[in-house]
């Protein structure tokens, strides 16, 4: 995620320019919704990238003797379960996401 991305504040009650209690129109709130929809989309797919990459280094420094090797096969196996549910939440995300449905059709 950018840099701009991480501090908008991408929550629905403001648009990160001023007080969030100022009206807004429908046009600002489907703007700020497919962008949140759009980051949150990417960021489950991140993820599974991410927790894959962490395990594989967990086993490789378990192989390697580094360190407390169970400990590093134990967050391996986590690692690799939270890949699992992101990769489920990111199938379910492209499947749900306006923008990615209209792109599989």
């Known amino acids: 995620m950018s840099d701009d991305a991480q501090g908008h504040d991408f929550r629905g009650n403001s648009l990160g320019d001023g007080s969030p209690d100022r ?3 429908m ?3 489907a703007v ?13 797919h991140a993820l599974v990238n991410a927790h894959e990459t962490a395990a594989d280094n967990h086993e490789i420094m378990a192989r390697a003797g580094v360190g407390d090797v169970d400990e590093h096969l134990d967050l391996a196996q986590w690692h690799r379960w939270c890949a699992i549910v ?4 990111a199938d379910e995300a492209d499947q749900r996401t306006p923008a990615r449905r209209d792109r599989s059709s």
């Not at 992101?86 to 939440?89: K, S």
């Open 23 to 25: 009206p807004r129109t």
């Open 27 to 29: 046009g600002e709130i």
């Open 32 to 44: 700020n919704l497919a962008v949140s929809e759009a980051l949150a989309n990417h960021g489950h």
């Open 86 to 89: 992101e990769d489920q939440l």
